[in-house]
């Protein structure tokens, strides 16, 4: 069994495969104060939760968007779970060639989404991954990576309002009654949803003339789903993209 772990700004995404199949899986709150006794800790709790123990464990494939963190979490594996991690970076095969000025800048979360699409649904595409960050992903029918767009997230954004305009609240990102809000809440909730629809709509339309007519739209990250119910664009969600990618690239490690 691969345990497959995600370290992200906002959330930490990890995964048990079996048989190439994703079991239990969980999506938790990015703790950047947790030393690597807690996060092996936290890894054995889950574990227990999930029925396994040490001894199922075959491996553990990691990637890391928060350098801070990822020595804790190689450091949690080796002494909790008994794993040294495969670490995605530069010297790791993953079979996508990267196309980016500086390849070594591309985040690990970006290169697995880029190798589960190739794997999963082929090429050309465009993957939008909905974290901290809002980022689409250009990938070519020959399995390139090319580069993308960054911009803040959803949940960034909603919390920049709140903290620097005075009478503006911290909001739940929920679909309003309508586009034209009646009150203050539905009215940042249809700017912050709606607004971001319509951002990605063009942004796809924009990097389908560039890779072609036959660009596959996939969607990753926690909002994916509540994006993707309010446009057409998105044809494919993948949640757990990201872990797909780490299964993948452990396999080709081995």
Not at 204 to 225: H, I, Y
């Amino acid at each position: 069994m691969l345990l497959t772990i995600d370290i992200g700004n906002t959330n930490l995404m990890l995964g048990l495969y079996e048989g190439g199949k994703l079991g239990a899986h969980w999506r938790l709150a990015t703790d950047h104060n947790r030393m690597p006794d807690e996060y092996g800790l936290q890894f054995l709790g889950l574990l227990q939760n999930a029925g396994k123990t040490l001894k199922d464990i075959e491996g553990v494939s990691l990637a890391s968007v928060v350098p801070p963190l990822t020595g804790r979490v190689i450091q949690a594996c080796r002494e909790y779970l008994k794993q040294g991690p495969l670490v995605v970076d530069a010297g790791v095969k993953t079979g996508i060639k990267v196309r980016y000025e500086d390849p070594k800048a591309v985040g690990a979360d970006r290169i697995c989404d880029a190798v589960a699409v190739m794997k999963l649904y082929g090429g050309p595409a465009c993957v939008v991954d909905f974290g901290t960050a809002t980022t689409f992903n250009a990938i070519t029918k020959d399995g390139e990576y090319l580069g993308g767009a960054i911009t803040a997230g959803i949940n960034l954004a909603a919390e920049a309002l709140y903290t620097r305009a005075a009478k503006l609240p911290r909001i739940d990102l929920q679909v309003p009654p309508s586009v034209i809000g009646r009150n203050t809440v539905h009215a940042m909730q249809s700017g912050l949803l709606f607004g971001y629809v319509s951002m990605v709509e063009g942004m796809v339309a924009r990097f389908r003339a560039e890779l072609g007519s036959d660009m596959k739209v996939v969607a990753t990250g926690g909002l994916a789903e509540t994006v993707a119910k309010e446009t057409k664009v998105i044809g494919i969600i993948a949640p757990w993209l990201t872990l797909e990618g780490l299964r993948l690239i452990w396999e080709m490690n081995r």
